[in-house]
């Protein structure tokens, strides 16, 4: 006999009631047939079965699945955004070398030292410095120990101007002490980047002192 899985408590205590009625009456009948047995036997398997269906609760077995399901799901989402929020923190690195790099735009179109009149921001939960160097007008972005460890935790943003403003060929350094002609343009890099990837009129200058800072960490413009 075939049960619809939208079986119900309410809907076998009805179909009960049949099955019970011709149990009850079987033993009394004169001429009670093989099909009529037959028909007694399977009210009540249908009976034991509705009752089985319609017990609450899970079987240890259905509980083991869905923990199993879970702790699969848990493995790829949670490292997931563990590298998203620390994303999102090294993002305020980015937005305080904001005021590093006016300070190493207006130094380069008037000759001074790069790092002239700028003043290292205090530290943060994120971010521990933004320092500029003077020779080359490099920005190095720490973090703090909240987003990587000490010796992979810093990003570099370089800066290059074209060869010539006029008619640009190439990508060249900041010099130091001299007025720079033509567009800045800043890079940035991270760990596993130790090559430009600007496009014309060139490829830019790479940093003095390597990133370290996790590619996963880092934003997308400075991984390579």
């Known amino acids: 006999m075939t049960v619809s899985p939208s079986l119900s408590s309410p809907s076998a205590s009805r179909l009960a009631g049949p099955c019970a009625a011709s149990a009850a009456a079987a033993p009394f009948a004169t001429h009670a047939t093989h099909a009529a047995a037959s028909l007694v036997q399977s009210c009540r398997a249908f009976v034991r079965f509705a009752k089985r269906w319609a017990a609450p609760g899970f079987t240890l077995i259905e509980l ?7 702790g699969v799901i848990a493995a790829y989402a949670i490292p997931a955004y563990q590298d998203y929020l620390a994303r ?19 130094n380069a179109a008037s000759g001074n030292a790069f790092g002239a009149g700028y003043t290292v921001p205090p530290a943060t939960r994120n971010v521990d410095s933004v320092k500029v160097d003077d020779t080359t007008g490099q920005i190095t972005v720490m973090f703090t120990k909240r987003i990587a460890p000490e010796g992979s935790n ?26 720079q002609g033509g567009t800045l343009t800043w890079e940035c890099f991270a760990g596993g980047k130790s090559a430009s990837s600007l496009g014309a009129p060139g490829l830019g200058p790479v940093p003095v002192e390597a990133a370290t800072l996790p590619a996963n960490l880092a934003p997308p413009e400075c991984r390579a």
């Not at 083991?64 to 879970?70: D, F, G, N, S």
């Not at 999102?88 to 207006?106: I, N």
């Not at 810093?154 to 007025?179: C, E, F, H, M």
């Open 88 to 106: 999102s923190r090294v993002g305020e690195g980015l937005s305080l070398a904001s005021a590093a790099r006016l300070a190493v735009a207006e």
């Open 154 to 179: 810093t990003i570099v943003l370089v800066p290059s101007v074209p060869d010539n403003a006029d008619s640009p060929t190439a990508r060249v350094a900041l010099a130091q002490g001299s007025v």
């Open 64 to 70: 083991m699945i869905v923990l199993a399901i879970v």
